[in-house]
């Protein structure tokens, strides 16, 4: 797999086959990935970008419209300070040999979660990647970044707090969409479908609110092994799941 994003285009999404519209990722497994192979950490976050990589390529070669991957949560911060500031690192080496092709093959990418903080010039960078990033039209790449969905709604609570007791906001008038309107990711359609890697079975504080009704595919492959083949399996997955958002099951013709 090359460094750089190659967008391949020898191979056509299979006739019928159901493309989710958003897909929400828990990219876990880069460290037992690493372990199995008797690698150390690093290594395996280093085949995690690849992996990230190819995962771009398949949404954009398969028409999703929108794709948001988990990279760092505001939990991570009690790792040891040498991983943080590698996987820091690893965010850096991505925009600066990859945002060029991001741009022309027309994603838009955007950062949510906490922000304060942050590295100066940590800040400087993600600001720059969406400012760069903004007009284009073709995959939403969102990258949840130092990210709580915990902390992300006592944030919109607080926001939301803040404009009752202003006067601008009355206690009556508060509904889903006021809350919605005050996450981070407002104005990003809610995921159809979320997975995550290496075989854990939980969400771990991620898109709690967008999640409600996602659909969830838990695949035992960690995260540096997901490949074309992984991806369609969780497409035909999501395809045999009845979505009925709290109604009744409509009988299939």
Same mark, same amino acid.
């Given at each position: ?12 999404? =299979? ?8 897909? &929400? *990722?828990?990219?876990? &497994? ?15 976050? !280093?085949? &995690? ?10 949404? !954009?070669?398969? &028409?999703? @419209? ?8 505001? $939990? ?6 040498? $991983? ?6 690893? #965010? ?14 027309? *994603? ?9 903080? #942050?590295?100066?010039?940590? =800040?400087?960078? !993600?600001?720059? +990647? ?12 969102? +990258? ?22 202003? @006067?601008? #906001? ?12 005050? #996450? ?8 159809? *479908? ?47 799941? $009845?979505? =009925?958002?709290?109604? +009744? $099951?409509?009988?299939?013709?």
């Amino acid at each position: 797999m090359s460094s750089d994003l190659a967008i391949a285009h020898q191979s056509s999404p =299979r006739p019928g086959l159901k493309i989710p519209g958003h897909i &929400g *990722v828990i990219m876990d &497994g880069n460290g037992r990935w690493a372990k199995a192979r008797g690698k150390p950490r690093t290594e395996g976050h !280093i085949e &995690g970008v690849n992996a990230l990589r190819r995962m771009v390529e398949l949404c !954009i070669r398969y &028409g999703v @419209g929108h794709l948001t991957v988990f990279s760092f949560s505001s $939990e991570n911060w009690a790792r040891p300070r040498d $991983e943080i500031n590698f996987i820091f690192s690893l #965010l850096r080496r991505f925009v600066a040999s990859d945002l060029q092709k991001l741009i022309a093959h027309n *994603v838009r990418v955007r950062i949510i979660g906490a922000r304060e903080g #942050l590295d100066d010039s940590l =800040r400087r960078l !993600i600001e720059d +990647v969406e400012a760069k990033t903004a007009r284009n039209t073709g995959l939403n790449l969102h +990258v949840a970044f130092n990210y709580g969905s915990k902390a992300e709604i006592t944030e919109a609570v607080r926001h939301i707090a803040r404009a009752v007791a202003a @006067g601008e #906001l009355l206690p009556a008038e508060i509904n889903e969409g006021t809350v919605e309107r005050a #996450l981070y990711t407002s104005g990003i359609p809610d995921p159809d *479908v979320i997975i995550r890697t290496s075989g854990e079975q939980r969400v771990s504080n991620f898109l709690l609110w967008q999640g409600a009704y996602s659909e969830l595919v838990f695949v035992e492959d960690n995260w540096p092994d997901f490949d074309e083949h992984t991806f369609l399996r969780v497409l035909d997955e999501y395809a045999m799941r $009845e979505r =009925r958002f709290g109604g +009744v $099951e409509v009988a299939r013709q």
